[in-house]
């Protein structure tokens, strides 16, 4: 069963409502190594998203996705809304001009999303980003993929390996962004980009489930 455009507007409206759920979760993770905004930051961004999916409606996901990368780049502060935005552009240039994603196209659009990120913040596994959630998801994902799983299968272990890597990062050093500026007083805590992007990995998966 592919994910459809219907689908893709219903895991933006069902993540907007989880990020709104987790603003202050997210910004209690963001205060000891960041600026304390990432919460709000993200429920602020996705807000705007719901506010202009109207204006995509009946388009294909690409499109879809691309409106949400521009969005987030317009409205997230710090560096989450450049970061996030070309994650989302990138999966849109992935996914254009298609309505209907298969298990292909599902790994596609991470791989792409997570190039995007890796390119924009220069962030490398190891250094406690969102890209020590997004590089185990992908490589589960590539790995369902292989074995034959289906798309709801490949989703899950994609979430699931996201998970695993956010709370992975909490012994890291951080070596990149605001945290990076605390040293070793930066281990010991969950990266707030890291469980963002688990939330969203999550969030799509059980849209999909």
């Given at each position: 069963?592919?994910i459809?455009?219907?689908?893709?507007?219903?895991?933006?409206?069902?993540?907007?409502?989880v990020?709104?759920?987790?603003?202050?979760?997210?910004?209690?993770?963001?205060?000891?190594?960041?600026?304390?905004?990432?919460?709000?930051?993200?429920?602020?961004?996705?807000?705007?998203v719901?506010?202009?999916?109207?204006?995509?409606a009946?388009?294909?996901?690409?499109?879809?996705?691309?409106?949400?990368?521009t969005?987030?780049?317009?409205?997230?502060?710090?560096?989450?809304?450049?970061?996030?935005?070309?994650?989302?552009?990138?999966?849109?240039?992935?996914?254009?001009?298609?309505?209907?994603?298969?298990?292909?196209?599902?790994?596609?659009?991470?791989?792409?999303?997570?190039?995007?990120?890796?390119?924009?913040?220069?962030?490398?596994?190891?250094?406690?980003?969102?890209?020590?959630?997004?590089?185990?998801?992908?490589?589960a994902?590539?790995?369902?993929?292989?074995?034959?799983?289906?798309?709801?299968?490949?989703?899950?272990?994609?979430?699931?390996?996201?998970?695993?890597?956010?709370?992975?990062?909490?012994?890291?050093?951080?070596?990149?962004?605001?945290?990076?500026?605390?040293?070793?007083?930066?281990?010991?805590h969950?990266?707030?980009?890291?469980?963002?992007?688990?939330?969203?990995?999550?969030?799509?998966?059980?849209?999909?489930?």
């Amino acid at each position: 069963m592919p994910i459809t455009t219907e689908d893709t507007v219903r895991w933006l409206n069902q993540l907007a409502q989880v990020l709104h759920e987790n603003r202050d979760y997210l910004t209690q993770l963001d205060s000891p190594i960041g600026d304390a905004d990432h919460g709000i930051n993200m429920d602020r961004g996705f807000k705007a998203v719901i506010d202009k999916l109207p204006t995509v409606a009946g388009t294909d996901i690409g499109s879809i996705l691309k409106t949400v990368g521009t969005t987030l780049v317009s409205t997230v502060g710090g560096a989450s809304g450049p970061l996030y935005g070309t994650a989302f552009l990138r999966a849109g240039m992935a996914t254009s001009g298609k309505h209907e994603l298969y298990e292909a196209d599902y790994v596609g659009m991470l791989e792409a999303a997570l190039e995007g990120i890796k390119a924009r913040g220069k962030a490398q596994p190891g250094e406690k980003t969102m890209v020590d959630a997004l590089t185990p998801a992908l490589a589960a994902a590539k790995e369902a993929q292989a074995q034959g799983l289906d798309l709801p299968q490949i989703m899950r272990r994609a979430s699931d390996a996201a998970e695993a890597g956010m709370k992975a990062t909490i012994p890291l050093l951080a070596t990149k962004g605001r945290a990076s500026y605390l040293g070793e007083r930066s281990i010991g805590h969950q990266d707030p980009g890291a469980t963002s992007s688990w939330l969203i990995l999550k969030t799509f998966a059980d849209t999909m489930g």
